[in-house]
């Protein structure tokens, strides 16, 4: 088959590629197109990977849930503590008891945040016109603050000073701290009326706790106890050598909790030994005193006061002040708790669950081993 004239003007454009193989220019103008069918695919493919991989990184980067409307991104989930705690675990933990420990820390974050976010949306809600001009004029107020403190009167240097410092920048740390101020004073106005500290709630819990405000003398004691007779000359030249009772009692010849030097705890009262020899010789001593050898059973006991506590008696005038301040805190936390469980049965969020198990797998990409490292 001899070429035709096209076949020839091809043939002399590109010579080497006839002669090896003996093809037509036809067949070869084929395979040419062949080819450059296979390059624009190949570049296809090339894009929808880049662009898969950029999809990819938003979800990971990107909004994970929602509350009232108000969007829940993955990194204010992973915040510098969770991360370096997340990053600790990675290092030190299975997959799997990482994966239930991330779990339920996540959830936990997720649950306050959510939280939080309820809070706020109500919050916003509930200011008023004038509320609402005083804290732009606090907002300014904080920025300039911030520009004082972080940027030295610059936008930029405070901008990237925060960035360093606190992973936000100066728009976040404001809106941040708008955030803080309009939840505490919606708080403040909505949860502190509702508590209610009586002069007979005082009285109850004085009553119910009077030890605690009228604690007994009381001695901090440690012990020792030895069975041979060897262990026992080898603790009595320790402690007239010199020896701190608390170290010789934390020698593993002792036979009582070596591992707390033969720590016995306050103990109050005149009764603080069953063996009648052993209570009255430990009445007697003063703080930094010890007695011993004495026989006890198979064992021979040495005791040591470490220090007295005197007695301590505070009156219902004395601490009803202290009281009261923790009642209210107490009922306070109480009716904040209530009001939060309200708020999640009528507020609009994205399951948590569901938040949660996709934070945790990217947390296992971010932080985790595999299993074969």
Known sequence: MKPDDEDKGFLREYPSLALPYRLTASTLKAMQKKIYALIVLSVFYLALSAIGAQAQTYSVDGMIGQVNGRAIYTNDVFDEQLSETLAQWGRELSLSEFRKRATERIVVRLNGMVTDALIYGEAQRDLSDQERQGLAVAMTKQREQLLREYGQGSAAVAEAE????????????????????????????????????????????????????????????????????????????????????????????????????????????????????????????????????????????????????????????????????????????????????????????????????????????????????
């Open 162 to 373: 925060l960035q360093r410092r606190t992973g936000m920048g100066l728009d976040e740390t404001l809106e941040r701290w708008r955030q803080a101020l309009v939840v505490q004073r919606y708080m403040r106005q909505k949860l502190r009326p509702m508590v209610n500290v009586t002069r007979r709630d005082i009285k109850r819990y004085y009553q119910d706790h009077f030890n605690e405000f009228n604690r007994p003398a009381s001695r901090s004691v440690r012990v020792i106890q030895v069975e041979s007779e060897e262990d026992v000359q080898y603790i009595s030249d320790l402690l007239a050598g010199g020896t701190p009772f608390t170290e010789a009692a934390a020698d593993q010849r002792n036979k009582f909790r070596p591992d707390q030097g033969g720590l016995m705890g306050d103990m109050a009262g005149k009764q603080l030994f069953a063996d009648e020899q052993v209570n009255q010789a430990t009445l007697k001593l003063e703080a930094g005193e010890y007695v011993g050898p004495l026989t006890v059973g198979n064992r021979q006991w040495f005791v040591a006061v470490e220090k007295i506590n005197e007695a301590e008696g505070r009156s219902l005038m004395q601490v009803q002040t202290e009281i009261q301040n923790l009642l209210f805190e107490q009922q306070l936390r109480e009716q904040t708790q209530r009001y939060r469980e309200e708020l999640f049965e009528k507020g609009s969020y994205n399951s948590i669950e569901q938040m949660a198990q996709t934070l945790v797998e990217i947390a296992e990409d971010r932080y985790a081993r595999t299993e074969t490292q």
